[in-house]
């Protein structure tokens, strides 16, 4: 920890302006906050617009692919080069796939888009954060975080708004393109006010551990989205690639193991409280996709409201968010990361049922009220553990152990989007099937139709009800499946050492 402590000094001896600092780190953060909300508001009209109800979730899946592979790369890289260039090179490359996205004629074009999107993303995350490691101490970290996480209800209220206005009263392209100008900015402050002493020596890239992580995640991703739906579970295509997923990350392992600076050092692993916190946050990363991805569908296709009252629905998670942050923060320095946890693991239960028991006639409200509990629950969860592990390792591995936690929440993003997109995709055909979809020309496709108001209005009365019944039943069965997963986090969480009583 000596040589982290020194090199910390040389850094705030040359910057002493912290706050314009936290305030280029947040403007970062907000980009890639509010492009979840933004994005996740204005799906039913990209949908509407650009057809292909059944990529629906290759939307996201690409995008935190990418995000999830790439984080680990990123981060690893910072610890090598320094926090700066490598986030400003995420910058770029993440405004480029905006600029792209906003110009997509087809689905198939939107998806290749939010893969270049997602490869600039992974850097702005974990560096962000990562920074605000490095120049702020063990006990500062903690208030900080309140600060970081008020982007989250910053680009919660903003966002969904702002996405709502943009797909009403101009495109959702704009959704995309409103990055340009933040990320600009960002950059901007970066390198006017970040300073760095970073050791100048040659490094030897880990590019083998980044190929077979990106092999061992895409083909899994693959199986759960196309198995079940368009791929029988035993069909060759499905079982060759999780033969080549689980032969991929086996050798990855290896690999890891060999390499001189390996992109995933498992050592940090070894400590129990790192490895709880990345297991829990990978169980969280895939019931946030569950509930973000999914419910704006729900709200406007089958509630019949608009964009700007679907995105209500999302701004209460993001609202409960920062708020328990901020509390959490204080909390964790007097009762400890493990009691912090286990009430965030409890909200996100409660949360949970309420969305298991949402119903049409319940209402946005209800439905906001149950975002706003799994808000509670990420926000005490993530700041305990983040806090938590960047007090654990020393400057030189921070960017990575940073990194590490959150690709495992972004991997449970990915794995998410993919699960409960083929759970969501698969029942209703299913139902569909049960009710005699064929018999009145209806498809997976023609839930289209439910997104796009204009269109809703010509279904005939049976054709809207058999539909919006559909969706209705598939988000039970994938808001079970969310249930399940908030169970086995606190389960995790309750396995955390129990004499960490305060922040080291």
């Known amino acids: 920890m000596g040589q982290a402590g020194n090199t910390q000094e040389k850094m705030e001896k040359r910057e002493t302006k912290r706050p314009f600092v936290l305030a280029t780190v947040m403007l970062a953060m907000f980009m890639g906050a509010v492009?979840?909300?933004?994005?996740?508001?204005?799906?039913?009209?990209?949908?509407?617009?650009?057809?292909?109800?059944?990529?629906?979730?290759?939307?996201?899946?690409?995008?935190?692919?990418?995000?999830?592979?790439?984080?680990?790369?990123?981060?690893?890289?910072?610890?090598?080069?320094?926090?700066?260039?490598?986030?400003?090179f995420g910058i770029i490359v993440f405004l480029i796939g905006s600029v792209l996205c906003g110009t997509a004629e087809s689905m198939e074009m939107l998806i290749l888009f939010r893969l270049i999107?997602?490869?600039?993303?992974?850097?702005?995350?974990?560096?962000?954060?990562?920074?605000?490691?490095?120049?702020?101490?063990?006990?500062?970290?903690?208030?900080?975080?309140?600060?970081?996480?008020?982007?989250?209800?910053?680009?919660?209220?903003?966002?969904?708004?702002?996405?709502?206005?943009?797909?009403?009263?101009?495109?959702?392209?704009?959704?995309?393109?409103?990055?340009?100008?933040?990320g600009i900015l960002a950059i901007a402050g970066l390198w006017l006010y970040l300073h760095e002493s970073v050791e100048k020596k040659k490094h030897e890239i880990d590019y083998p551990g980044a190929f077979l992580l990106t092999v061992a995640i895409s083909s899994l991703m693959i199986v759960l989205v196309e198995a079940g739906t368009n791929w029988s579970w035993t069909s060759p295509q499905t079982l060759g690639l999780i033969s080549l997923s689980i032969f991929t990350f086996v050798f990855f392992i290896l690999q890891e193991k060999r390499a001189a600076e390996p992109m995933m050092p498992f050592n940090i692993w070894r400590e129990r409280s790192i490895f709880i916190a990345n297991m829990t946050s990978f169980t969280t990363g895939v019931m946030l996709?569950?509930?973000s991805s999914f419910l704006p569908a729900f709200v406007q296709g089958v509630m019949e409201r608009s964009p700007i009252v679907a995105g209500f629905t999302l701004t209460a998670m993001s609202i409960g968010w920062p708020i328990a942050a901020a509390v959490g923060g204080r909390l964790l320095l007097k009762i400890g990361y493990r009691t912090t946890s286990l009430f965030g693991g409890a909200a996100l239960i409660l949360g949970s049922?309420?969305?298991?028991?949402?119903?049409?006639?319940?209402?946005p409200l209800w439905a906001a009220a149950g975002s706003f509990l799994v808000g509670v629950g990420m926000g005490l969860t993530s700041t305990a553990f983040i806090v938590s592990i960047q007090s654990t390792v020393a400057w030189q591995q921070r960017g990575i152990a940073t990194a590490a936690n959150m690709f495992m929440r972004n991997l449970g993003n990915t794995v998410g989007a993919a699960l409960l997109g083929g759970i969501l995709n698969s029942s209703i055909i299913s139902y569909m099937k049960r009710n005699g979809a064929a018999?009145?020309?209806?498809?997976?496709?023609?839930?289209?139709?439910?997104?796009?108001?204009?269109?809703?209005?010509?279904?005939?009365?049976?054709?809207?009800?058999?539909?919006?019944?559909?969706?209705?039943?598939?988000?039970?069965?994938?808001?079970?499946?969310?249930?399940?997963?908030s169970v086995v986090s606190l389960l995790f969480i309750l396995f955390l050492p129990k004499n960490e009583q305060t922040a080291e």
Do not use: C
């Open 35 to 88: 492009e979840g909300t933004i994005v996740s508001t204005a799906m039913p009209a990209i949908v509407g617009d650009l057809g292909g109800f059944a990529l629906y979730s290759w939307v996201f899946s690409a995008y935190l692919l990418m995000n999830a592979v790439t984080v680990l790369i990123y981060g690893k890289l910072s610890d090598l080069f320094g926090r700066k260039p490598i986030l400003t």
């Open 439 to 485: 018999d009145q020309d209806l498809s997976i496709d023609t839930a289209n139709v439910l997104l796009n108001e204009s269109e809703r209005m010509k279904l005939s009365m049976e054709s809207k009800t058999l539909l919006q019944d559909a969706l209705t039943n598939a988000l039970h069965s994938v808001y079970l499946v969310v249930l399940v997963f």
């Open 289 to 291: 996709i569950g509930i």
């Open 117 to 182: 999107q997602g490869i600039g993303a992974g850097a702005v995350m974990p560096i962000a954060t990562t920074i605000v490691g490095d120049i702020y101490t063990k006990e500062e970290r903690a208030k900080v975080q309140g600060y970081l996480s008020s982007v989250w209800g910053i680009s919660a209220v903003s966002g969904p708004a702002l996405g709502g206005l943009l797909v009403e009263y101009v495109s959702w392209r704009y959704v995309f393109w409103i990055n340009v100008p933040l």
């Open 353 to 363: 049922i309420m969305f298991v028991t949402l119903t049409p006639e319940a209402g």
